[in-house]
């Protein structure tokens, strides 16, 4: 039996990421800050892109199990038990990666999973986001940082041309991802949706559709109901006011009830969950939210555990006392039937916990919050007393 060994990532191989830049890579946790050769679509076919030099290169590493330094997030999630982008890719699309292997070639790229981000329009300025995913962010950073914020020379998805040449990719894929900022904001995405829909594509094709579910939409859900499965994921970084402090200005109240709107449209072959981001913000309100979701939906709502890109807003770098803490809180709920989605229970979260924490970016992670609270005329003591002694030091 041919193995899969721990280097091998079949989105390599058949998966692009278009990110909102117009950059395209293999996947979502893909870091490309480490290498300097990236490729847009405003130059190049996803086509040309994808059988690049470079592209090439990391297939034959994979091939001959060398790491990337492209591929960091997913060996970290994997040193703590968080089960990685790759992992569920290669389980995803099994088959297909054993006929990679087998076949030993770097040259071809056959897109199987099409990952798209639809620019920065959203409607949250989530705390751990940034201004390339929140247009909103980014009018709130260019008050407290002029020039700092990330603006965009391609916005591909404006591109009729671009959306064209991914329905053609389309007709062989097996799975689309949508995310955005917010992909019910963005007007384009509704007549490619469409056309999927009307050529007959969407019913041999599995989706992924994020949304931080601020608005349902009618139109859009009756579209993805032609899917052949959809996977809905509702980002959402705690409950109650954690919830509306990370996602500001959301609102709990509503994101309840358009999850509930949202489920009501689902078949028992499909699949929802809460897309949460755990960081020094929401790690507080997890076990609270984690009981909510057990006990007050009668439906299965599972948490999709992923850690915060930025180490300035990590959950290692809070004080050791606070971390003590939290491990103890979280050793103490392994056997409490709450649901999380590649993750038994809340165990990979201990395990980071015990890492060694940096000062320079807790005091980072002060900087940019006290500078957010003071523009949005909030605390963050108010929602996580439990930094108040720690957070007038020097």
């Known amino acids: ?132 995913s929140s247009s909103m962010l980014f009018n709130e950073d260019e008050i407290l940082w002029p020039g700092k914020g990330v603006t965009f020379k391609t916005k591909w998805w404006r591109t009729p041309e671009i959306w064209d040449s991914i329905i053609e990719k389309c007709h062989h894929a097996k799975l689309i991802n949508v995310y955005g900022g917010e992909p019910l904001l963005v007007k384009e995405m509704t007549p490619f949706m469409r056309k999927l829909v009307d050529s007959g594509i969407s019913k041999n094709i599995e989706i992924n559709f994020a949304t931080n579910g601020s608005i349902y939409e009618e139109e859009m859900f009756d579209m993805l109901s032609t899917f052949k499965r959809r996977n809905i994921l509702l980002s959402g970084d705690g409950s109650g006011k954690t919830f509306e402090y990370t996602r500001y200005p959301a609102n709990w109240n509503k994101f309840i009830e358009n999850l509930h709107l949202i489920q009501s449209r689902l078949l028992p072959t499909d699949f929802i969950a809460n897309a949460y981001t755990y960081s020094a913000y929401s790690i507080f309100d997890i076990i609270s939210t984690s009981k909510y979701y057990k006990e007050e939906l009668d439906f299965k709502f599972p948490i999709w555990l992923n850690p915060v890109n930025q180490s300035f807003y990590s959950i290692e770098m809070l004080p050791d006392p606070i971390k003590q803490r939290l491990i103890t809180e979280f050793e103490q709920t392994y056997n409490h039937g709450y649901v999380y989605t590649g993750s038994n229970n809340l165990a990979p979260l201990v395990e980071q916990l015990k890492r060694p924490r940096v000062e320079e970016h807790w005091q980072e992670f002060k900087r940019i919050t006290k500078a957010r609270d003071k523009l949005r005329n909030i605390s963050i003591i108010d929602v996580i007393p439990e930094l108040e002694d720690y957070w007038h030091e020097d």
């Open 1 to 132: 039996m041919t193995e899969i060994n721990k280097h091998f990532c079949i989105k390599a191989f058949a998966g692009v990421e278009i990110r909102a830049n117009g950059h395209v890579v293999p996947c979502c946790d893909f870091n490309s800050n480490v290498t300097e050769v990236t490729h847009n679509l405003s130059n190049y076919t996803l086509d040309e892109i994808t059988h690049a030099e470079h592209w090439q290169t990391l297939r034959q590493n994979m091939l001959d199990d060398k790491p990337s330094v492209n591929c960091i997030t997913c060996y970290r999630n994997e040193e703590v038990g968080i089960v990685s982008q790759r992992q569920n890719s290669n389980n995803r699309f099994h088959d297909y990666a054993v006929q990679y292997i087998t076949k030993k070639d770097a040259s071809t790229h056959n897109i199987l999973d099409i990952d798209m981000k639809l620019g920065n329009v959203c409607n949250q300025m989530c705390v751990v986001c940034d201004s390339a």
